[in-house]
């Protein structure tokens, strides 16, 4: 465990739900609570030296972009709470700059696990958001295991732990990873990350033969 606990900021303007957010963080002993506050500017006198902040507020998609955009400016990591079940409003949040995005209805362990994955400087995005918007115009075909490495880097895996879930060499991971760069014209994992949430992954899965 670090000897430094990660620092957490609430930023909600729902009261029982910041007071959830708040008991969830105090029970974890190597993170450590900034005051909650309500819906603010969310500016850094505000959120104090948080190294992430965990963001729910009822407001429009382009005001809750500005508050993230704000916030990822100032040197914090955003985790979006949302009371959406669908992803309509995420990929906006992390072109914004977001680095995490959950529901409300997320169990106390992925809460944690998404904190905890966004300080280390990972992304962690809940796999229910992952794989339900339309097609994109021209679907790039990718292989069965290309998919599954696309969803992977979108939950924020490494390719170490990619290479680990799906019993493979890092090398095949950055093979596949080079192709499907190839195909998409991504690169970047943000980029990645963006299209796999954006498009359901996309793409016309054929065998890996």
Not at 46 to 66: F, I, K, R
Not at 147 to 164: K, Y
């Amino acid at each position: 465990m670090s000897p430094h606990p990660t620092h957490v900021a609430i930023v909600s303007d729902c009261p029982l739900l910041r007071h959830g957010l708040a008991h969830v963080i105090d029970g974890a002993p190597d993170l450590e609570r900034t005051a909650p506050v309500g819906r603010v500017g969310a500016r850094r006198h505000e959120v104090g030296d948080a190294d992430v902040v965990l963001l729910n507020v009822q407001a429009p998609v382009s005001e809750t972009c500005d508050i993230i955009a704000r916030l990822h400016e100032e040197g914090h990591r955003v985790v979006v709470v949302s009371g959406s079940t669908t992803q309509n409003d995420l990929v906006p949040s992390i072109e914004a700059g977001a680095r995490g995005y959950l529901s409300q209805r997320t169990g106390e362990g992925e809460l944690l696990a998404a904190v905890r994955s966004v300080a280390s400087g990972r992304s962690y995005f809940a796999t229910g958001f992952i794989g339900h918007r339309g097609r994109h115009k021209n679907p790039p075909r990718i292989t069965g295991r290309e998919r599954q490495i696309l969803e992977l880097v979108a939950s924020g895996a490494t390719d170490r732990e990619i290479a680990s879930k799906l019993n493979i060499s890092e090398h095949t991971v950055h093979s596949h990873l080079d192709r499907l760069g190839s195909k998409t014209g991504f690169r970047r994992r943000a980029d990645l990350t963006r299209l796999a949430l954006q498009h359901g992954v996309g793409g016309e899965v054929v065998d890996d033969g």
